[in-house]
C-alpha cells in the first residue's frame, strides 16, 4: 500500500501518501479491485492528484491503493497486428492475447539527431490525391470532411494502396468517436482482408476524458514498434484529433487549472507537440499520419484548429457537393494541398500542371454560372473548349477503389503518377476533345479504349 484516498470527485481522486516513491505518471490501483486504477498528474508533498482511468462510482474515502506500474502500457511486438485495443493496451476484440513484451505509452519523442527529413514521396496510386496533395514519408496530413462523404472508404483504400506497394502496415486511432463506426470500420477491414494488415486502438465516445485522451499515445506506441522494430513506413490514421484536444479540456476543467478562449487547456499546443513530435521518419522507417479534424462551428479560425493545422505538412477536404455530383473520391480541389506542391520537391512538370488545371476548373465555375443565365452557344471557342475539358478532368479525378469492388463491380485501379501526368497534359492539350467526358467517368490511366 502506498496511500489511502481522501477525496472523490468526477474524474479524480486525492491520495494522502505514504511513500515518497511516487511520481507522476505513475498509475495506482486499488488493493484488491483492478476496476478502479488511477494516474498520477501532480504531486503535492504528502499528497496526489490523481484521474481516473475508469469510473469514480462506488468509490469511498479511505480506500488503501497501490502501485502497479510506471505509467500505461501496450504491446510491442508482432502480435498487436490484426488487434484492437483500447486506450490502456488491453485487447477488446474477444481474443486472447499471451504478451510477449509490452512498452510504456508515453515515450520521448524522436531526438533531432535521429530525424530523417530527406524521405521519398509516398504515393497513393489514387489519382486526386497524388496530383493536387502528395504525401511524404513522415508527413502529417490533416483530413477535413463530415459523415457520408466517403472518409472511410478512402482511408482504407490508402491502406490498401500503400500495404500493395510499400508492403507497409497500418494503426487507425479512434478518439472519441461512436462505438458503431468503430465496429464497421472493423468489419469493412476483415471483409476487404486488411485487417491482419493493421492495429487498432479506441478510446470511444462513451468513455471517459482520460480514456479519450490517452488512445491517441496507445496509437502512437504501436505505429513506433512497426518502424522501429519492423523496419517499415508506417501509416497511422487518427480519427478524429480535435477530440483530443475536447478530452484535455474536459481533464482540465476537473483539475481546475487555467483555461484560455473557447474554453481550451492552457496548455494545448505543449500537448500537441507531444503527439505531432512522435510523427516523422528516422533511420528505421517513417511514420505517415493522416488525422481527421472536425471543425466546430465550420470555424477554421477556432482556436485548436489553428493549433492543430500547424502541424499539418497539408490537408485533403472532402466535400458533400462533390459528392453530390457522383465523383469520388469526394475531394475539394481547390482546398486540398500539400507542401510537396513546390517546384523543388515535385519538379517543374508537375507543378506547372497543378496550376494550369486549378486555373481550368476555376474558370470551369464562371462558365457555369454563365451558362444557367446566357447557354452554352453563347461562350468563345475557346471557353467551350475549356468548359469541355474542365468536365474531363473532373470525371478524370474520379476513380475505382480496390475497397469498393464489391459494392460498385468495378476494378479497382493504382495508377502511377506518370501516367497521370500523361493524361493530364492530353486532356489540357485538347488531344482528347473528340472523346465523350463520360469516357473518363471512374477509369484509372486512360488508354483510348474505355
Given at each position: 500500500m502506498i496511500g489511502k484516498i481522501i477525496a472523490i470527485f468526477d474524474i479524480s481522486v486525492e491520495i494522502v501518501l505514504e511513500t515518497n516513491q511516487i511520481k507522476v505518471g505513475d498509475i495506482l490501483e486499488v488493493e484488491n479491485n483492478p476496476n478502479y486504477r488511477f494516474e498520477v498528474v501532480e504531486i503535492n508533498n504528502t499528497t496526489a492528484i490523481c484521474i481516473s482511468l475508469d469510473s469514480t462510482r462506488g468509490l469511498k474515502k479511505g480506500t488503501p491503493v497501490k502501485l502497479v506500474s510506471h505509467g500505461i502500457n501496450i504491446e510491442y511486438s508482432d502480435k498487436i497486428l490484426g488487434r484492437v485495443f483500447n486506450s490502456y493496451g488491453e485487447p477488446?476484440?474477444?481474443?486472447?492475447?499471451?504478451?510477449?513484451q509490452k512498452r510504456v505509452v508515453d515515450n520521448e519523442t524522436t531526438s533531432l539527431k535521429d530525424l530523417n527529413i530527406e524521405s521519398e514521396i509516398l504515393w497513393t496510386g489514387i489519382k486526386v490525391i497524388d496530383f493536387f496533395a502528395p504525401?511524404?514519408?513522415?508527413?502529417?496530413?490533416?483530413?477535413?470532411?463530415?459523415?457520408?462523404?466517403?472518409?472511410t472508404v478512402l482511408i482504407k483504400e490508402i491502406i490498401h494502396n500503400v500495404y500493395a506497394s510499400q508492403n507497409s502496415n497500418a494503426v487507425f486511432?479512434?478518439?472519441?468517436?461512436?462505438?458503431?463506426?468503430?465496429?464497421?470500420?472493423?468489419?469493412?477491414?476483415?471483409?476487404?482482408?486488411?485487417?491482419?494488415?493493421?492495429?487498432?486502438?479506441?478510446?470511444?465516445?462513451?468513455?471517459?476524458?482520460?480514456?479519450?485522451?490517452?488512445?491517441?499515445?496507445?496509437?502512437l506506441t504501436l505505429s513506433e514498434y512497426l518502424r522501429d522494430e519492423k523496419k517499415q513506413d508506417v501509416l497511422l490514421f487518427i480519427d478524429n484529433i480535435y477530440r483530443f484536444i475536447q478530452a484535455k479540456a474536459e481533464i482540465a476543467t476537473e483539475l481546475k487549472q487555467i483555461l484560455i478562449g473557447n474554453g481550451y487547456p492552457s496548455d494545448m499546443a505543449s500537448e500537441m507537440s507531444k503527439i505531432e513530435e512522435r510523427i516523422n521518419s528516422n533511420q528505421n522507417g517513417s511514420i505517415t499520419s493522416v488525422q481527421a479534424i472536425y471543425i466546430p462551428a465550420d470555424d477554421l479560425n477556432d482556436e485548436s484548429v489553428q493549433t492543430i493545422m500547424s502541424y499539418m505538412d497539408g490537408q485533403i477536404v472532402l466535400d458533400r457537393k462533390v459528392a453530390e455530383l457522383g465523383i469520388y473520391p469526394a475531394i475539394d480541389v481547390f482546398n486540398s494541398t500539400s507542401k510537396l506542391i513546390n517546384i523543388e520537391k515535385i519538379g517543374e512538370r508537375h507543378y506547372n500542371l497543378v496550376e494550369q488545371v486549378l486555373k481550368t476548373l476555376a474558370r470551369y465555375n464562371e462558365l457555369e454560372e454563365i451558362i444557367t443565365v446566357l447557354g452554352i452557344e453563347e461562350l468563345s471557342e475557346e471557353d467551350k473548349g475549356i468548359f469541355y475539358r474542365a468536365r474531363k478532368l473532373r470525371n478524370y479525378f474520379s476513380q475505382p477503389m480496390f475497397v469498393a469492388e464489391p459494392y460498385t463491380g468495378l476494378k479497382g485501379q493504382f495508377v502511377k503518377i506518370e501516367d497521370i501526368l500523361v493524361d493530364i497534359e492530353n486532356i489540357l492539350s485538347g488531344k482528347y476533345d473528340d472523346i465523350d467526358e463520360s469516357k473518363f467517368l471512374f477509369i484509372g490511366k486512360y488508354n483510348g479504349q474505355q
Open positions: 477488446i476484440d474477444k481474443q486472447e492475447l499471451t504478451s510477449v504525401l511524404q514519408k513522415g508527413f502529417k496530413m490533416g483530413l477535413l470532411g463530415g459523415a457520408g462523404v466517403g472518409k486511432t479512434g478518439i472519441g468517436e461512436r462505438s458503431r463506426e468503430g465496429q464497421e470500420l472493423y468489419s469493412e477491414m476483415k471483409k476487404s482482408n486488411l485487417l491482419d494488415k493493421m492495429s487498432m486502438v479506441y478510446g470511444q465516445m462513451g468513455d471517459n476524458p482520460v480514456s479519450r485522451s490517452k488512445s491517441v499515445y496507445a496509437g
